[in-house]
T-cell receptor
Framework: DTGVSQNPRHKITKRGQNVTFRCDPI?????LYWYRQTLGQGPEFLTY????????KSRLLSDRFSAERPKGSFSTLEIQRTEQGDSAMYLC????????????FGPGTRLTVT | TQLLEQSPQFLSIQEGENLTVYCNSS?????LQWYRQEPGEGPVLLVT?????EVKKLKRLTFQFGDARKDSSLHITAAQPGDTGLYLC????????????FGQGTTLQVKP
């Protein structure tokens, strides 16, 4: 297994457009997390799935954001009506349920809203 | 609200010097991870500490978890240019979510 993958790596979009990002976790991992990171800051938690169930969403996740993990494998994060403040790196991570919550991150998707 | 504060935020040193990065909180964490991140890439897990007072070594990197599990430190001996990057500490939030609370990071630059 080659680790967590994310696509696209970069996305430039105009304000008001919708964008969708994909994350493929490590295949044996049943938990999948989405984080957002802005320049000069650490990642901030957005939401997580255990298998196909979305178990928690941060207050940072406005109604314009939606995430799915339909078959408990890959996940998508959609942002509707993008705003300039959505510009950030969107990171996906996966882990086991047990253990000590070690999470393995993908390379991220850099979103720029113009 | 659980918060992690890292210090210093920026560090620029010469190759061969030693350094320590601190990660502090008023909250107790069940475990704490250290990550290293390069520009344009995702964080890479370096180590997980889970027991109060635990010390782990990874080549020239030494990680310590405070006795009360509220703080941690990362010490690098004889830093090399390849150590340059953003170092992040992250604590597992309460409950069984496994979500991580990150510090704001320490940017390390090691000059040859």
């Amino acid at each position: 297994d080659t680790g967590v993958s994310q696509n696209p790596r970069h996305k430039i979009t105009k304000r008001g457009q919708n964008v969708t990002f994909r994350c493929d976790p490590i295949s044996e991992h049943n938990r999948l997390y989405w984080y957002r990171q802005t320049l000069g800051q650490g990642p901030e938690f957005l939401t997580y799935f255990q298998n196909e169930a979305q178990l928690e969403k941060s207050r940072l996740l406005s109604d314009r954001f939606s995430a799915e993990r339909p078959k408990g494998s890959f996940s998508t994060l959609e942002i509707q009506r993008t705003e300039q403040g959505d510009s950030a790196m969107y990171l996906c991570a996966s882990s086991w349920t047990g253990g000590f919550y070690e999470q393995y991150f993908g390379p991220g998707t850099r979103l720029t809203v113009t | 609200t659980q918060l992690l504060e890292q210090s210093p935020q920026f560090l620029s040193i010469q190759e061969g010097e030693n350094l320590t990065v601190y990660c502090n909180s008023s909250s107790v964490f069940s475990s704490l991870q250290w990550y290293r991140q390069e520009p344009g890439e995702g964080p890479v897990l370096l180590v997980t500490v889970v027991t109060g007072g635990e010390v782990k070594k990874l080549k020239r990197l030494t990680f310590q978890f405070g006795d009360a599990r509220k703080d941690s430190s990362l010490h690098i001996t004889a830093a090399q240019p390849g150590d340059t990057g953003l170092y992040l500490c992250a604590g597992a939030a309460g409950g069984n979510t496994g979500k991580l609370i990150f510090g704001q990071g320490t940017t390390l630059q090691v000059k040859p």
